[in-house]
């Protein structure tokens, strides 16, 4: 009986979190697609970084799931096209406690919900939501930080110009050791970047 009350428990929460990710995309349209992108270039640098197929499939899902707490942010906020407010950008920061809160409701998404609350800190101590430094970051958290930025640089936002991959690949190398791991810039530079554009 207990066995059955779990796997029914299972099963609910794992339709909460896949019902509250189709929301999210529903709310936002473009956010699917670049969650999507995220979650392949995720893949794309886990394999370049040789790492076993089991952290490159948490890093695949943590890349999709990384957004999923901004199904709290106020639309309004989300698609704004000038600068947020400081009210506004703290709103915004919170998104990845909510998608921990949100994530940890499943054991099996335990481990993704760590890499989505870390994926905003930066690798010199300045980011949120705790200030970790360097490997104190979750090393998933680390690669989609990366990803993300990458691609929000180089597909449409309604608050910031496009760049073309030059230009963004130009910031990914100023902001080494800054906002990004510089060795995980160098192999997606080199082994995803440069040799899916060859």
Known sequence: MYEHKA??????????????????????????????????????????MELPEIEIYKLEISGL??????????????????????????????????????????LEMSDIANYVLYHHERYDGSGY???LKGEEIPLLSRIISIVDSYDAMTNHRSYKETLNQDRAINELINNKGKQFDPDIVEIFIEKVLKSNSN
């Not at 990710?21 to 995720?42: M, P, Q």
């Not at 704004?80 to 400081?86: A, F, I, V, Y």
Request: proline share 3%; net charge positive.
């Open 7 to 48: 796997i029914e428990r299972h099963s609910m929460l794992a339709n909460i979190i896949e019902t509250t990710l189709y929301k999210h995309v529903e709310k936002n349209a473009k956010a699917g697609t670049h969650s999507n992108r995220v979650s392949r270039l995720c893949r794309y640098l886990g394999i370049a």
């Open 65 to 106: 799931f990384h957004d999923i707490g901004k199904i709290a942010i106020q639309d309004y906020i989300l698609n704004k096209p000038g600068q947020l407010t400081e009210q506004e950008w703290k709103e915004v920061m919170t998104h990845p406690e909510i998608g921990y809160r949100i994530l940890r409701t499943s």
């Open 129 to 131: 939501p705790e200030g």
